[in-house]
């Protein structure tokens, strides 16, 4: 994941390079550290081994996704500097910020501690925008930043008017995108759609709940922002979004619960009726029920009629017939215990006759009452 400091070390390790042709890659990362401390100054000084170690990798791997022409990795892992006779196609930082003739305070601008930022500098970074204007992907990085901090220097500027606040947190949120800074990402499209939704722009405010709810990694933020999705879907009656975020929600609840009993009632509530948020579900969860209860009740038998097996086992005449007919009083006899109507002509023999017929009701209970519960929730709504 991309780090705001990633450019400056990127820019130190080349100079090193380019000095010593060749170099250990944690070596420099940890003199970069150290030569830049007040950067780091929430690092503990006895942790900045315990974080350049955490952070060499992430930082080499994006190196190497930029695929800089002055940069090689050899076969001992230590880092050398590649010869290239290509000098036009050169993707180095320096020349880079050279080329685009940036002066010493639009520098310290791309670096500047997003904690120092403020509305005086709204202006500066603009320009720095336009003036970075263009599509190449060696400025991706040097883009997200600016547009990340020109939202952040916006943010508390009465002035602005919330349009363009929002404006420039789509903006920074679609430049984080593009070098794969999720987290950040996530960050802008929920501030911008909490603008839309203070400015009651409730549909935008939910899309953007949605897409940064893509990009969390947290699984509580993202139960959290679902839920925000939801609500603003529920504001202007888009009931079908607002049941797709609600049964999303359910869905990383039920992962990161950690009671195996409430786990184990979201799953079933789930699978009964997709969290009260699909009838249908409850009444083909109901007739799964009932025909395995029909078969158990089948082969078990009742008062009125063997089990299958026995008249399997038997030397009846009409056999066939025999079959069907308690086939019939299975279902029969199912239906009647799952609705509680319990007419009393066929009863249950043996333990587990008994017992299916106590599942059965109980099940037929909750099911009910489930059904009609999601039945009334469904259909109510405005």
Known sequence: MFQDWYISAAVYLEKELRRKNKCDGMDVLNDYVLENREDFAEIELDDLDDFVTAEFEPFK???????????????????????????????????????????????RLIDEDIYNLNTDLIDDYINLIKKLAGNSNNKQDIVFRCKYRLALCAKDDGNIPSDTKIYYWIEAAEAAKV????????????????????????????????????????????????????????????HQSASKMFVLEKDIEKITEEN???????????????????????????????????????????????????????????????????????????????????????????????????CLSVSGLLLTTLFMVTFVRKYSRP
Request: aromatic share 12%.
């Open 260 to 358: 195996q009993a409430i786990k184990f009632i979201l799953w079933l509530h789930r699978k009964t009726s997709l969290y009260g948020e699909k009838p249908s579900s409850v009444i083909k969860f109901a007739a799964i029920l009932l025909a395995i209860a029909t078969l158990l009740v089948f082969f078990n038998g009742t008062d009125k009629f063997c089990s299958a097996i026995e008249l399997f086992d038997s030397s009846a005449e009409n056999r066939f017939e025999s079959l069907i007919n308690n086939l019939g009083n299975s279902i029969y006899f199912s239906f009647v215990t799952f609705t509680t109507l319990g007419y009393g002509e066929i009863t249950p023999v043996g333990f587990l006759g008994k017992l299916i017929s106590i």
């Open 61 to 107: 791997k994006w190196l190497l996704s930029q695929n800089f022409d002055w940069l090689e990795i050899n076969s001992n892992g230590i880092w050398v500097l590649k010869s290239s006779n290509n000098q036009i196609k050169a993707k180095s930082t320096i020349s880079l910020l050279q080329k685009l003739n940036f002066d010493d305070r639009e520098k």
């Open 179 to 238: 070098i794969s800074n999720t987290l950040i990402s996530s960050e802008c499209f929920m501030n911008a759609a909490q603008i839309q939704q203070k400015e009651n722009y409730h549909r935008e405010s939910a899309k953007n709940y949605e897409f940064a709810l893509e990009l969390q990694n947290d699984k509580t933020e993202k139960i959290q922002l679902a839920r925000y999705a939801r609500v603003q879907y529920e504001i202007i009656g888009d």
